[in-house]
């Protein structure tokens, strides 16, 4: 049955590439579009448009069974596909706003090109009440064929993409009405046994909220980790009695370590704070939390100043580039931020990565 099924995926960055090379790894008939027509021709070649383990050998591999077709055009790629997924990463700026405008003028523009009978479904990162705008817009250009629309966040991590979408722990599915289930059942049943269905708002909160989870319990445990060397407590050892702690667990984010970075975490905890503010709700939380991941950021910088004294003609290594491992993404990298640091108190730095292979 759902050799049958086909699909476009809209948007071929991480999250595209990733979703149509799993998608046709699974049996599905898969478009990957795009209007760059250089990417497009690197993906005909098996070259994805950034690094992640294992997406060039999955890419090539669908492409060469032909259950892959990266595409330029879109009238091509949308005008016969069964489902229409929208996988573009939502571009991010420097203070952690999203260009949610762009995403959705071009969901209206491709919604424009499906035919009667085709289903929608949305896994960019929108803020709520992005799907809801959505359907009234495909409302108004046909009102006599419902588009079913679905919003399903989201859950790749760079570096360990594929094993997460191929092996997801549950996928959330956001819906309008119940007899959705049966127009998006026959995708996400071929990916999970355990799908969790809720409406669409609903769907569309939860990724805000993992994210913002996420980044609360990050600077939690690097709050914690400080009182812990200015007390004399190991941050280890208490971050070890709190995740053997029922009501916690092994697998919180709780590990001392760096700020987090990337853009991601960050652009959900913006969403949260602009929808409370939004309904005169401050989030006094989330706010903090902001601002506490940026200070952590001077706390290498504290250590470095403490110990080295003077930091002109230093000779300074800086093993790691990326924002974390298993990407080549440079960007929003907070090792990038303390290289330049460096260099602007007169340090000499060496730098280099393994995954970019390059000083």
């Known amino acids: 049955m759902k050799s049958e099924i086909s699909i476009c995926v809209a948007g071929s960055w991480h999250l595209g590439s990733v979703t149509a090379a799993c998608l046709a790894e699974k049996g599905f008939r898969v478009t990957l579009w795009d209007p760059d027509l250089k990417v497009v021709e690197n993906l005909k070649r098996g070259k994805a448009p950034l690094f992640e383990p294992g997406l060039d050998d999955l890419i090539a591999k669908g492409v060469k069974k032909r259950r892959l077709v990266p595409e330029s055009s879109a009238a091509v790629a949308v005008s016969k596909t069964d489902y229409l997924w929208i996988c573009f990463d939502t571009p991010v700026n420097e203070n952690d706003r999203a260009d949610v405008g762009w995403v959705i003028k071009s969901v209206r523009n491709l919604s424009r090109l499906l035919k009667p009978g085709a289903a929608l479904i949305v896994s960019s990162q929108l803020p709520v009440g992005s799907c809801a705008d959505l359907e009234l817009f495909l409302q108004r250009v046909d009102r006599d064929n419902r588009v079913p629309l679905c919003y399903s966040p989201e859950n790749l991590r760079l570096g360990k993409a594929i094993e997460i979408f191929q092996n997801p722990d549950r996928i959330v599915v956001g819906i309008r009405q119940k007899s959705d289930r049966d127009v998006f059942a026959p995708v996400f049943s071929a990916l999970t046994e355990r799908t969790e269905w ?76 602009t929808l409370g503010k939004r309904f005169r709700a401050p989030s006094l939380l989330l706010s903090a939390v902001l601002k506490s991941n940026e200070r952590h950021k001077e706390w290498v910088q504290k250590k470095i100043s403490e110990h080295l004294i003077r930091l002109k003609g230093r000779r300074i290594a800086l093993l790691g580039l990326t924002y974390k491992e298993g990407t080549d993404t440079l960007r929003r990298s907070w090792i990038v931020e303390l290289s330049t640091w460096l260099g602007n108190n007169k340090a000499e730095v060496h730098a280099f990565d393994w995954t970019l292979k390059q000083v």
């Open 198 to 273: 809720m409406r669409t708002e609903s769907a569309e909160m939860t990724k805000h909220a993992i994210n913002s989870f996420l980044a609360t319990s990050v600077v939690l445990a690097n709050e914690l980790a400080l009182l812990c060397e200015l007390s004399g407590a190991d941050a280890r050892e208490v971050e070890r009695g709190l995740k053997t702690e029922s009501r916690i667990g092994a697998k919180a984010y709780l590990r001392p370590g760096a700020a987090f970075a990337g853009g991601t975490l960050a652009r959900d905890v913006r969403f949260l704070s």
